[in-house]
T-cell receptor
Framework: SQQGEEDPQALSIQEGENATMNCSYK?????LQWYRQNSGRGLVHLIL?????REKHSGRLRVTLDTSKKSSSLLITASRAADTASYFC?????????????FGKGTKLSVIP | DSGVTQTPKHLITATGQRVTLRCSPR?????VYWYQQSLDQGLQFLIQ???????AKGNILERFSAQQFPDLHSELNLSSLELGDSALYFC????????????FGPGTRLTVL
């Protein structure tokens, strides 16, 4: 079953604009990770934010985590055509005794040159 | 390149057949995870191994089995294949199998005809 739900399902923006994707989840987590997937290819790890962190940056990426609302957002600034991909949030559920990732359905981002 | 390798890249087979998918984790990683990505179910965790031992099981069918060998590579065996087993199968690895980043391989695309 899906733990995370990304919103929006699809997003189309012009190159240079910022893209914001949101993720909501249902149960307490240990950490939350964002991945990118180019069409039909492997998943590339972008960033990991732990449950005791509120914000994290990596290059043009900014991730926030609000554990009280059980939500996270991924902001990509100054988007490029190469950012076109599907973006997934994935959670590691705390206290489950195992550390598998539970993925949302993803946001499909299209950056138009 | 994540350092995780998977073979084969593509596999086309018939219903009722059995196939084996292979995964080599990143050097030094002890844990291997298997995930299935299909259009209707999204990305789903199947099974995790840590240093040769099964650690966690997800939505893995009884027709599917996996193992991790002493050299830490892993194989996923799918038998009595059905049309609905057509999907992308990903392997991921992580150093400790706990709350760390998982690095994904490029995937094996299985088509069951």
């Amino acid at each position: 079953s899906q733990q995370g739900e990304e919103d929006p399902q699809a997003l189309s923006i012009q190159e240079g604009e910022n893209a914001t994707m949101n993720c909501s989840y249902k149960t307490s987590i240990n950490n939350l990770q964002w991945y990118r997937q180019n069409s039909g290819r492997g998943l590339v790890h972008l960033i990991l934010i732990r449950s005791n962190e509120r914000e994290k940056h990596s290059g043009r990426l900014r991730v926030t985590l609000d554990t009280s609302k059980k939500s996270s957002s991924l902001l990509i600034t100054a988007s490029r055509a190469a950012d076109t991909a599907s973006y997934f949030c994935a959670t590691v559920i705390s206290g489950a005794g195992s550390y598998q990732l539970t993925f949302g359905k993803g946001t499909k981002l299209s950056v138009i040159p | 390149d994540s350092g995780v390798t998977q073979t084969p890249k593509h596999l086309i087979t018939a219903t009722g057949q059995r196939v084996t998918l292979r995964c080599s984790p990143r050097s030094g990683d002890l844990s291997v995870y298997w995930y299935q990505q299909s259009l209707d179910q999204g990305l789903q965790f199947l099974i995790q191994y840590y240093n040769g031992e099964e650690r966690a099981k997800g939505n893995i069918l009884e027709r599917f089995s996996a193992q991790q060998f002493p050299d830490l590579h892993s194989e996923l065996n799918l038998s009595s294949l059905e049309l609905g087993d057509s999907a992308l199968y990903f392997c991921a690895s992580s150093p400790t199998g706990e709350r760390d980043t998982q690095y994904f391989g490029p995937g094996t695309r299985l088509t069951v005809l």
